[in-house]
């Protein structure tokens, strides 16, 4: 599976868009973009995944570039509740999700 | 609830002694996979199994064992604990074997090894 790259934390404001940005730069034509989150030592939540086309349901949106390099995770409007670490990984269908360090965001009042 | 059943919760136990942890699967589902967190490892993938068979290997270290029974439920065997053996403990349940979407995982095992 290809290895991702994240920023280690990031803030964000109550109510604002959180964008939450990932580079896999050596993702092969057959690999998904899954994000995943985990708050506080519960097991990993499945938010989203898409291969090549922008894909949004009622927690997020998942926006990927066209050259399928890089990737945002988008909760539109951040709760207290959204404090979580979140985990953007790449893989082929039927491969093990494989997680790294993922981003600990901090949503503030 | 995910529908994932990890039992016990949490669990205390002495250096040397052996564990068992359970994991019921979402209804339908027939991939189970094991994972451990530890403060400085992160999560680490352990192992899978698919309907009844091992599916993929991961780090899982030879102390420990695994296996899925014809209900589905499977469960993770930890010998000759270690201090370093204290984590958390996540089963996960996909639909398939090689499933196109991710999968669910339970709330987990805390073990603590003293």
């Known amino acids: 599976d290809a290895k991702t790259t994240q920023p280690p934390s990031m803030d964000c404001a109550e109510g604002r868009a959180a964008n939450l940005p990932c580079n896999h730069s050596?993702?092969?034509?057959?690999?998904?973009v899954y994000w995943y989150r985990q708050i506080h030592s519960q097991g990993p939540q499945y938010i989203i995944h898409?291969?090549?086309n922008n894909e949004t349901n009622e927690m997020a949106s998942l926006i990927i570039t066209e050259d399928r390099k890089s990737s945002t995770l988008i909760l539109p409007h951040a709760t207290l509740r959204d404090t979580a670490v979140y985990y953007c990984?790449?893989?082929?269908?039927?491969?093990?999700?494989?997680f790294g360090g993922g981003t600990r965001v901090l949503v503030k009042p | 609830d995910s529908g994932v059943t990890q039992t016990p919760k949490h669990l205390i136990t002495a250096t040397g002694q052996r564990v068992t942890l359970r994991c019921s699967p979402r209804?339908?589902?027939?991939?189970v996979y094991w994972y451990q967190q530890s403060l400085d490892q992160g999560l680490q993938f352990l192992i899978q199994?698919?309907?009844?068979?091992?599916?993929a290997k991961g780090n899982i270290l030879e102390r420990f064992s695994a296996q899925q029974f014809p209900d589905l439920h499977s469960e993770l065997n930890l010998s000759s604990l270690e201090l370093g053996d204290s984590a958390l403990y996540f089963c996960?349940?996909?639909?398939?074997?090689?499933?196109?979407?991710?999968?669910?995982f339970g709330s987990g095992t805390r073990l603590t090894v003293v």
């Open positions: 996960a349940s996909g639909r398939q074997a090689e499933s196109f979407y991710g999968y669910t």
């Open positions: 050596t993702i092969s034509g057959n690999e998904y």
């Open positions: 898409g291969l090549k």
């Open positions: 990984i790449v893989r082929a269908a039927g491969n093990k999700l494989t």
């Open positions: 209804s339908g589902d027939l991939s």
């Open positions: 199994y698919y309907n009844g068979e091992e599916r």
